[in-house]
């Protein structure tokens, strides 16, 4: 393997038109895991599956994406200055929520629910 291919990630500024895993959230400084949380929220658009097990996002989907969580000209508020993570929350919170009504539907009393 040549040092070309043993680099995996690529430098901010520079990012090809698909990008694995490892590439979007490093070029969104999150974790993998967030990343997923944020596909599963809404926020990032669904990836792209190539092949079994190879999977890619369009990096222009996943731009135009995060230019949509700020509508121009609007003030955040009380909200976090970053709408990545403020995304992220809302996304968790109604996994969370969503947790807690399927334990409560199901009949098992207290929904146990990880913080």
Do not use: F
């Amino acid at each position: 393997m040549s040092a070309d291919q043993s680099e995996m990630s690529v430098p901010s500024g520079n990012v090809p038109s698909y990008v694995n895993i490892r590439t979007l959230a490093s070029e969104l400084e999150i974790s993998e895991t967030q990343v997923y949380a944020l596909v599963r929220g809404g926020v990032l658009p669904k990836p792209l599956k190539l092949s079994a097990g190879c999977v890619r996002w369009s990096w222009a989907a996943v731009e135009t994406a995060l230019a949509s969580l700020q509508p121009e000209g609007q003030a955040n508020g009380n909200h976090d200055p970053d709408p990545i993570m403020q995304k992220l929350r809302d996304a968790q919170a109604r996994e969370l929520e969503e947790k807690a009504q399927k334990a409560l539907a199901n009949g098992s009393g207290k929904p146990k629910l990880r913080p």
